[in-house]
């Protein structure tokens, strides 16, 4: 009796292929601007700006005349009298002074 070992040498190619999928994620930086209904934004000649003080600063402002910064400034279009933007972020107020 002849007992034959069978040795099973097992090959295990993994060919681990990553297939990287790059996903442009480049976005359009569209910047939102808003408009009124006219599609006048905040810098157009028919759009004021409405500036509310604090009642401190608006004190100053009527009576002294100094510029001082608006608490928030309300853009409103002067043609279909809507109120269509506002600014109430400091940093961004400091540009409208
Ligand atoms: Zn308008």
């Not at 043609?79 to 409208?96: A, G, H, M, Q, S």
Request: net charge neutral.
């Amino acid at each position: 009796m002849t007992t034959g070992t069978n040795l099973e040498i097992e090959d295990s190619l993994v060919t681990s292929s990553e297939s990287k999928a790059t996903q442009d994620a480049s976005k359009d930086a569209d910047d939102q601007v808003t408009r009124c209904s006219c599609g006048y934004d905040r810098h157009h000649h028919w759009v004021s700006q409405e500036r509310k003080y604090s009642s401190w600063n608006g004190f100053w402002v009527m009576v002294m005349g100094v510029s001082a910064r608006p608490l928030r400034i309300d853009f409103r279009c002067r043609r279909c009298k809507e109120k269509f933007d506002f600014i109430t972020n400091p940093e961004e107020l400091k540009r409208y002074l």
